[in-house]
């Protein structure tokens, strides 16, 4: 079975703080992705990465960057957080380059910053 | 790029009803279609989809088929059981690469 962890499951933060979010896929996928979701919008692409340090901005990628220093592991970085980052940020990985291919998700990693 | 339209909830029913959650899509071509769902305090997994129009995605009773004439994808189950009180996502591939085009997620609760 694939599998995605994250690294934390709630997070406290306060604003202005350096965040750093990690995530492990052990199935030896290409992409990777990090989204983020809130009711009623769904979820929203942040980053993805195909190969390792090669990364896209999504369609949200302010205010966040992105570290993919290994294959396995992609880590998403907010700079300097603000209470409208607030969120549950959801990472995924899939299997091949240039198709589409099912996602695999981590259990999410519920951020909240005062 | 490819969208997705997807029918807001919640929706509440009570077990053993008939459920339907609506999804049509805006896409270039003939892509896959997805439906994911998220069970409280997880993260997302596929649920089931459909490679080609006319397909039929199928998987833990859930059924959709993929119909290019109303650029539809409804998802639909016979009998609902409270465990299937989850949110329910429709997506479709941006096309030409591997990124997905999530729907807002559908809310469903089933109460016994």
């Known amino acids: 079975d694939v599998k995605v962890t994250q690294s934390s499951r709630y997070l406290v933060k306060r604003t202005g703080e350096k965040v750093f979010l990690e995530c492990v896929q052990d199935?030896?996928?290409?992409?990777m992705f990090w989204y983020r979701q809130d009711p009623g919008l769904g979820l929203r692409l942040i980053y993805f990465?195909?190969?390792?340090?090669?990364?896209e901005k999504g369609d949200i990628p302010e205010g966040y960057s992105v570290s993919r220093e290994k294959k396995e592991r992609f880590s998403l970085i907010l700079e300097s957080a603000s209470t409208n980052q607030t969120s549950m940020y959801l990472c995924?990985?899939?299997?091949?380059?240039?198709?589409?291919?099912?996602?695999?998700f981590g259990p999410g990693t519920r951020l909240t910053v005062l | 790029g490819n969208s997705v339209t997807q029918m807001e909830g919640p929706v509440t029913l009570s077990e053993e009803a008939f459920l339907t959650i609506n999804c049509t899509y805006t896409?270039?071509?003939?892509?896959?279609l997805f439906w994911y769902v998220q069970y409280p305090g997880e993260g997302l997994q596929l649920l089931l989809k459909?490679?080609?129009?006319?397909d039929k995605g199928s998987n833990k009773g859930f059924e959709a088929t993929y119909r290019k004439e109303t650029t539809s994808f409804h998802l639909e189950k016979g009998s609902v059981q409270v465990s299937d009180s989850a949110v329910y996502f429709c997506?479709?591939?941006?096309?030409?690469?591997?990124?997905?085009?999530f729907g807002t997620g559908t809310r469903l609760t089933i109460i016994p």
């Open positions: 995924a990985s899939s299997y091949l380059a240039g198709r589409t291919d099912t996602q695999y």
């Open positions: 199935m030896d996928h290409e992409n």
């Open positions: 990465s195909y190969d390792v340090k090669m990364k």
């Open positions: 896409a270039t071509g003939y892509p896959s």
């Open positions: 459909a490679t080609k129009a006319d």
């Open positions: 997506a479709v591939p941006n096309f030409g690469n591997e990124k997905l085009t």
